[in-house]
Protein backbone atom coordinates (compact mmCIF):
# COMPACT_ATOMS: atom_id res chain seq x y z
CA UNK A 1 0.00 0.00 0.00
CA UNK A 2 3.26 2.11 0.00
CA UNK A 3 2.69 3.20 -3.98
CA UNK A 4 2.23 6.48 -4.24
CA UNK A 5 0.16 6.23 -7.48
CA UNK A 6 -2.69 4.34 -5.43
CA UNK A 7 -3.21 7.85 -3.93
CA UNK A 8 -3.68 9.17 -7.44
CA UNK A 9 -6.27 6.59 -8.64
CA UNK A 10 -8.25 6.67 -5.74
CA UNK A 11 -8.86 10.17 -6.00
CA UNK A 12 -9.85 9.28 -9.55
CA UNK A 13 -12.42 6.89 -8.53
CA UNK A 14 -13.59 8.47 -5.32
CA UNK A 15 -14.34 11.07 -7.51
CA UNK A 16 -16.35 9.74 -10.26
CA UNK A 17 -18.98 7.77 -9.61
CA UNK A 18 -18.07 5.51 -12.81
CA UNK A 19 -14.46 5.60 -14.12
CA UNK A 20 -13.36 3.48 -17.23
CA UNK A 21 -9.35 2.75 -17.07
CA UNK A 22 -9.30 2.62 -20.99
CA UNK A 23 -6.61 2.63 -23.62
CA UNK A 24 -7.54 5.92 -25.85
CA UNK A 25 -10.51 7.66 -25.11
CA UNK A 26 -14.33 7.55 -25.22
CA UNK A 27 -14.46 8.98 -28.26
CA UNK A 28 -11.34 7.31 -29.32
CA UNK A 29 -10.83 4.21 -27.99
CA UNK A 30 -7.22 2.58 -28.99
CA UNK A 31 -8.09 -1.53 -28.34
CA UNK A 32 -11.17 -3.32 -28.96
CA UNK A 33 -11.84 -4.44 -25.54
CA UNK A 34 -11.65 -0.88 -24.26
CA UNK A 35 -14.12 -0.12 -26.91
CA UNK A 36 -16.37 -2.41 -26.19
CA UNK A 37 -17.07 -1.20 -22.27
CA UNK A 38 -17.51 1.98 -23.73
CA UNK A 39 -19.77 0.99 -26.32
CA UNK A 40 -21.57 -1.03 -23.18
CA UNK A 41 -21.54 2.19 -20.75
CA UNK A 42 -23.03 4.72 -24.07
CA UNK A 43 -25.73 1.90 -24.93
CA UNK A 44 -27.12 2.31 -21.04
CA UNK A 45 -26.75 5.76 -20.80
CA UNK A 46 -24.54 5.91 -17.98
CA UNK A 47 -21.83 8.84 -17.95
CA UNK A 48 -18.33 8.14 -16.77
CA UNK A 49 -14.76 9.01 -16.71
CA UNK A 50 -12.51 7.89 -19.32
CA UNK A 51 -9.00 7.53 -17.95
CA UNK A 52 -6.99 6.88 -20.61
CA UNK A 53 -3.73 4.97 -19.80
CA UNK A 54 -1.55 5.34 -22.49
CA UNK A 55 -0.99 8.53 -21.61
CA UNK A 56 0.19 7.60 -18.23
CA UNK A 57 2.59 5.03 -17.78
CA UNK A 58 2.29 5.20 -14.47
CA UNK A 59 -1.38 4.51 -14.14
CA UNK A 60 -1.35 1.65 -16.84
CA UNK A 61 1.48 -0.33 -14.10
CA UNK A 62 -0.62 0.82 -10.77
CA UNK A 63 -3.82 -0.01 -12.17
CA UNK A 64 -2.53 -3.48 -12.76
CA UNK A 65 -1.34 -3.89 -9.25
CA UNK A 66 -4.35 -2.04 -7.59
CA UNK A 67 -6.32 -3.97 -8.47
CA UNK A 68 -4.86 -7.44 -8.90
CA UNK A 69 -5.76 -7.89 -12.43
CA UNK A 70 -3.60 -8.23 -15.15
CA UNK A 71 -5.34 -6.33 -17.84
CA UNK A 72 -6.53 -3.10 -19.15
CA UNK A 73 -10.01 -2.05 -19.67
CA UNK A 74 -10.98 -1.82 -15.51
CA UNK A 75 -14.65 -0.35 -14.90
CA UNK A 76 -14.92 1.14 -11.29
CA UNK A 77 -18.14 1.88 -9.75
CA UNK A 78 -18.27 4.35 -6.62
CA UNK A 79 -14.96 3.44 -6.14
CA UNK A 80 -15.29 -0.26 -6.17
CA UNK A 81 -13.54 -2.36 -9.09
CA UNK A 82 -16.41 -4.31 -11.32
CA UNK A 83 -14.29 -6.44 -14.18
CA UNK A 84 -12.65 -5.80 -16.96
CA UNK A 85 -13.99 -6.33 -20.51
CA UNK A 86 -15.39 -10.21 -20.16
CA UNK A 87 -17.11 -9.61 -16.82
CA UNK A 88 -18.64 -6.50 -17.75
CA UNK A 89 -19.74 -7.33 -21.09
CA UNK A 90 -21.24 -10.29 -19.67
CA UNK A 91 -23.32 -8.47 -16.91
CA UNK A 92 -24.49 -6.75 -18.88
CA UNK A 93 -25.91 -9.27 -20.66
CA UNK A 94 -27.47 -10.47 -18.04
CA UNK A 95 -29.10 -7.41 -16.95
CA UNK A 96 -26.76 -7.37 -13.94
CA UNK A 97 -25.06 -4.33 -14.58
CA UNK A 98 -28.15 -2.21 -15.08
CA UNK A 99 -29.12 -3.54 -11.58
CA UNK A 100 -25.99 -3.14 -9.57
CA UNK A 101 -25.88 0.81 -11.23
CA UNK A 102 -29.19 1.70 -10.39
CA UNK A 103 -28.58 -0.03 -6.89
CA UNK A 104 -25.59 2.07 -6.39
CA UNK A 105 -27.73 5.35 -7.44
CA UNK A 106 -26.41 5.73 -10.96
CA UNK A 107 -28.87 6.53 -13.34
CA UNK A 108 -29.34 3.87 -16.42
CA UNK A 109 -31.58 5.13 -19.62
CA UNK A 110 -34.77 2.97 -19.31
CA UNK A 111 -34.93 1.22 -22.77
CA UNK A 112 -31.43 -0.56 -21.74
CA UNK B 1 9.36 -25.63 -28.96
CA UNK B 2 6.60 -25.45 -26.68
CA UNK B 3 3.63 -22.74 -27.66
CA UNK B 4 2.10 -20.71 -25.59
CA UNK B 5 -1.13 -22.23 -26.02
CA UNK B 6 0.02 -25.11 -24.75
CA UNK B 7 1.85 -23.83 -21.79
CA UNK B 8 -1.52 -22.39 -21.10
CA UNK B 9 -3.28 -25.86 -21.43
CA UNK B 10 -0.87 -27.79 -19.02
CA UNK B 11 -1.42 -24.66 -16.22
CA UNK B 12 -5.12 -24.42 -16.10
CA UNK B 13 -5.19 -28.12 -16.44
CA UNK B 14 -3.00 -28.77 -13.27
CA UNK B 15 -4.81 -25.61 -11.79
CA UNK B 16 -8.19 -26.76 -12.59
CA UNK B 17 -8.77 -30.73 -13.05
CA UNK B 18 -11.31 -32.51 -14.79
CA UNK B 19 -12.40 -29.21 -16.56
CA UNK B 20 -13.19 -28.48 -20.11
CA UNK B 21 -10.63 -26.34 -21.52
CA UNK B 22 -10.91 -24.18 -25.00
CA UNK B 23 -8.19 -22.23 -26.14
CA UNK B 24 -7.89 -19.93 -29.07
CA UNK B 25 -4.76 -18.07 -30.00
CA UNK B 26 -6.19 -14.44 -31.55
CA UNK B 27 -2.92 -12.57 -31.74
CA UNK B 28 -3.24 -12.66 -35.46
CA UNK B 29 -6.38 -10.76 -35.68
CA UNK B 30 -4.33 -7.97 -33.25
CA UNK B 31 -1.08 -7.94 -35.47
CA UNK B 32 -0.22 -4.17 -35.43
CA UNK B 33 -2.21 -3.29 -32.52
CA UNK B 34 -0.81 -2.00 -29.67
CA UNK B 35 0.65 -4.89 -27.25
CA UNK B 36 1.15 -7.30 -30.56
CA UNK B 37 4.23 -8.83 -31.00
CA UNK B 38 6.15 -10.12 -34.06
CA UNK B 39 5.64 -13.63 -32.93
CA UNK B 40 3.03 -13.24 -32.00
CA UNK B 41 1.70 -15.58 -28.94
CA UNK B 42 0.20 -12.55 -27.27
CA UNK B 43 -3.63 -12.04 -27.37
CA UNK B 44 -5.60 -15.81 -26.35
CA UNK B 45 -9.56 -16.45 -25.68
CA UNK B 46 -10.26 -19.15 -23.21
CA UNK B 47 -13.27 -20.83 -22.87
CA UNK B 48 -13.41 -23.12 -19.37
CA UNK B 49 -16.23 -25.25 -17.91
CA UNK B 50 -15.05 -26.66 -14.52
CA UNK B 51 -16.51 -27.73 -11.34
CA UNK B 52 -14.08 -25.43 -9.72
CA UNK B 53 -15.82 -22.53 -10.29
CA UNK B 54 -19.06 -23.32 -8.41
CA UNK B 55 -19.99 -21.00 -6.07
CA UNK B 56 -17.60 -18.51 -7.32
CA UNK B 57 -18.38 -15.03 -8.74
CA UNK B 58 -16.96 -14.02 -11.61
CA UNK B 59 -13.88 -11.77 -10.72
CA UNK B 60 -13.24 -14.94 -8.30
CA UNK B 61 -13.07 -16.73 -11.45
CA UNK B 62 -10.79 -14.58 -13.64
CA UNK B 63 -8.67 -14.40 -10.34
CA UNK B 64 -8.41 -18.11 -9.70
CA UNK B 65 -7.25 -18.35 -13.73
CA UNK B 66 -5.34 -15.16 -13.54
CA UNK B 67 -3.30 -16.73 -11.09
CA UNK B 68 -2.24 -20.05 -12.63
CA UNK B 69 -1.40 -17.89 -15.61
CA UNK B 70 0.86 -15.31 -13.77
CA UNK B 71 3.68 -16.86 -15.55
CA UNK B 72 2.36 -15.65 -18.84
CA UNK B 73 1.44 -12.33 -18.07
CA UNK B 74 4.81 -11.77 -16.88
CA UNK B 75 6.32 -13.30 -20.57
CA UNK B 76 4.82 -10.87 -22.06
CA UNK B 77 0.76 -12.57 -22.71
CA UNK B 78 -0.99 -8.77 -23.58
CA UNK B 79 -4.81 -9.79 -23.15
CA UNK B 80 -6.42 -13.11 -22.26
CA UNK B 81 -10.72 -13.03 -23.00
CA UNK B 82 -11.92 -15.13 -20.95
CA UNK B 83 -15.38 -17.15 -20.49
CA UNK B 84 -15.37 -19.12 -17.30
CA UNK B 85 -18.51 -21.50 -16.44
CA UNK B 86 -19.56 -24.34 -13.72
CA UNK B 87 -20.88 -27.05 -15.46
CA UNK B 88 -24.49 -26.84 -14.47
CA UNK B 89 -24.38 -23.33 -16.38
CA UNK B 90 -22.61 -24.86 -19.36
CA UNK B 91 -25.82 -26.55 -20.68
CA UNK B 92 -26.27 -29.89 -21.47
CA UNK B 93 -23.35 -30.32 -23.99
CA UNK B 94 -21.03 -28.70 -21.12
Same mark, same amino acid.
Given at each position: ?10 ? @? ?35 ? /?? =????? @? ?8 ? &? ?8 ? &? =? ?7 ? @? ?14 ? /? ?10 | ???? $? ?7 ? $?? !? ?18 ? $? ?14 ? $? !? ?5 ? %? ?8 ? %??? !? ?21
Amino acid at each position: MTNPVFERIET @DINANPVVLFMKGTPVFPQCGFSARVVQILSHIGVPF /KG =VNVLE @DMEIREGIKA &YANWPTIPQL &Y =VKGEFVGGC @DIIMEMFQAGELQSML /KEKGIPVSAEA | MQTR $ASRIQAALD $AA !FPGSRIEIEDDSHRHAGHAG $AQPGGETHYSVLMVSP $A !FAGMGRL %ARSRAVHAAL %AAE !FEGGMHALALRLLAPEEAGPKG
